[in-house]
């Protein structure tokens, strides 16, 4: 998902202080040594040093994937025998041991896309860094960031196996707790993370939501009419 345009479709136009920062960030410095094609590549790092996410040989699908960082790290910690789809309406370069697939995944389309690359099968983690193009108005920018999380965990509950994992980014503030409770509706387990690669000074955080429950009669859409 794009995340660098502002309403009128322009880069924000980042000033001397904050390219200086950037450049002589330390995981900006380690992700071109390690060759992530970003910082974030450490924020899921981090996330599976604490709980345990990234296993041999899983499923996992990575919305909103491009660049590509974190789906770099799953293709290198899952391994050999793992699944790894990526998806995103950005063109991302390709990478090894990932099936990418350029689509909005909220659509009947990309969501057939999706499903064709899993062969129809349930995954074990899905993993969401999207992030709305910034209006710079924080209401109409919190709103984006929620709704994104929404899909992200729409989309969670309709494809994970019972067990598996959710990692979504969002954003504090309106709407923030109450998103946090429905996915906490859907996990044994929830936790609100600040990875150390999130700058401080960002309201980002990561719910991330251990041992899905299946969906029970309450969670399911109700007949069409007629059935």
Do not use: C
């Not at 991302?92 to 041991?97: E, N, S, V």
């Not at 999207?130 to 929620?146: E, K, T, Y």
């Not at 309106?174 to 401080?200: C, I, L, M, N, W």
């Amino acid at each position: 998902m794009k995340k660098t345009l502002n309403a009128a479709g322009k880069k924000h136009r980042f000033g001397k202080a904050w390219m200086h920062e950037h450049v002589n960030d330390p995981f900006v410095k380690e992700a071109t040594r390690l060759g992530y094609r970003s910082r974030a590549a450490f924020k899921l790092l981090q996330l599976d040093e604490r709980d345990a996410l990234l296993r041999k040989g899983i499923r996992a699908v990575d919305l909103g994937a491009a660049p590509g960082s974190w789906s770099q790290v799953l293709a290198k910690k899952l391994g050999p025998g793992s699944t790894v789809v990526a998806v995103d309406v950005l063109d991302m370069a390709p990478l090894r041991g990932v099936s990418f697939i350029q689509a909005d995944f909220s659509t009947d389309e990309g969501l057939e896309s999706v499903e064709h690359a899993l062969g129809d099968r349930p995954v074990d983690l899905v993993v969401s860094d999207m992030a709305p193009n910034l209006s710079g108005i924080d209401s109409v920018d919190q709103a984006r960031g929620i709704h994104l999380g929404e899909l992200a965990l729409e989309f969670a509950v309709d494809r994970l196996q019972p067990g598996g994992d959710f990692v979504v980014k969002a954003f504090q503030g309106e709407g923030f707790d109450a998103f946090q409770r429905e996915v906490s509706r859907h996990f044994a387990k929830t936790y609100v993370r600040k990875p150390a690669a999130s700058r401080d000074r960002s309201r980002e955080v990561f719910i991330v939501g251990k041992g899905f429950r299946s969906r029970g009669p309450a969670d399911r859409p109700p007949p069409s009419p007629g059935r």
